[in-house]
């Protein structure tokens, strides 16, 4: 009875001890898992973009009228000025469904003065498309109809991509659901992980049975040979 309790209290450590493995690695592949699933998620601000597969934002202050339009997909790009907590702006190029203007008309009245009520900046999300050479043309033609004269610096050809950075930000395009192989090998694991936990826990692990198998093994093998040395005494 006594060796019984022995050995139950043995596969309760040895449960507990593996149980308190399982909960570190679990702790540890959430964390990883989080921070993978964050980036993946992360949605940078305009002047921060590295390339057109990242998802940005700009926060309109104020908007042009369409330069461009594309009559097939009734997209128009628009001037937009975006302003910094220290007061500068900035000059960048939006793409829009012109279906959707009435979202963006107040902010354009204001910017034109057709009212004195300043608006709420409006925050617009999409994916960077790099101009080519016919909207550069056309911004550089349209540009100084938006910005006033006494702010205007002459853009040309040279200077564009300093001034206007070398894309646009289309708001057209819906986010995109990236594929993430490290954060799908990541979760695998973490699942399996707490899979293996329940059972531990519940199910009398095969583990822990193995464990005990192999103490009990050394145990009467450390006896014989013990055994063997006091008789040749």
């Given at each position: 009875?006594?060796?019984?309790?022995?050995?139950?209290?043995?596969?309760?450590?040895?449960?507990?001890?593996?149980?308190?493995?399982?909960?570190?690695?679990?702790?540890?592949?959430?964390?990883?898992?989080?921070?993978?699933?964050k980036e993946k998620n992360n949605v940078l601000p305009w002047q921060e973009v590295e390339n057109v597969e990242d998802r940005t934002y700009?926060?309109?202050?104020?908007?042009?009228?369409?330069?461009?339009?594309?009559?097939?997909?009734?997209?128009?790009?628009?001037?937009?000025?975006?302003?910094?907590?220290?007061?500068?702006?900035?000059?960048?190029?939006?793409?829009?469904?012109?279906?959707?203007?009435?979202?963006?008309?107040?902010?354009?009245?204001?910017?034109?003065?057709?009212?004195?009520?300043?608006?709420?900046?409006?925050?617009?999300?999409?994916?960077?498309?790099?101009?080519?050479?016919?909207?550069?043309?056309?911004?550089?033609?349209?540009?100084?109809?938006?910005?006033?004269?006494?702010?205007?610096?002459?853009?040309?050809?040279?200077?564009?991509?300093?001034?206007?950075?070398?894309?646009?930000?289309?708001?057209?395009?819906?986010?995109?659901?990236?594929?993430?192989?490290?954060?799908?090998?990541?979760?695998?694991?973490?699942?399996?992980?707490?899979?293996?936990?329940?059972?531990?826990?519940?199910?009398?692990?095969?583990?822990?049975?193995?464990?005990?198998?192999?103490?009990?093994?050394?145990?009467?093998?450390?006896?014989?040979?013990?055994?063997?040395?006091?008789?040749?005494?």
């Amino acid at each position: 009875m006594r060796k019984k309790k022995k050995i139950n209290e043995k596969r309760l450590i040895i449960k507990m001890f593996i149980c308190l493995v399982y909960l570190i690695i679990i702790t540890i592949l959430f964390v990883c898992s989080y921070q993978i699933f964050k980036e993946k998620n992360n949605v940078l601000p305009w002047q921060e973009v590295e390339n057109v597969e990242d998802r940005t934002y700009i926060d309109i202050y104020k908007m042009s009228e369409k330069f461009a339009y594309y009559k097939e997909s009734n997209i128009g790009l628009h001037f937009i000025i975006e302003k910094e907590s220290t007061g500068l702006w900035h000059t960048f190029i939006i793409a829009i469904n012109e279906g959707d203007y009435a979202k963006y008309k107040d902010v354009i009245d204001y910017t034109y003065e057709r009212t004195t009520k300043i608006p709420e900046p409006i925050r617009v999300y999409g994916y960077p498309v790099i101009v080519n050479e016919e909207i550069k043309t056309l911004a550089i033609k349209n540009l100084p109809n938006f910005i006033p004269a006494e702010n205007e610096v002459k853009i040309t050809i040279d200077n564009y991509e300093t001034y206007l950075t070398n894309s646009y930000l289309d708001t057209t395009r819906g986010e995109k659901d990236k594929f993430s192989f490290i954060l799908f090998v990541s979760l695998l694991l973490l699942f399996t992980v707490i899979a293996l936990l329940i059972i531990t826990i519940f199910d009398k692990d095969k583990i822990v049975d193995n464990i005990d198998e192999k103490l009990e093994q050394e145990i009467k093998k450390h006896k014989k040979i013990l055994k063997r040395i006091n008789n040749k005494k």
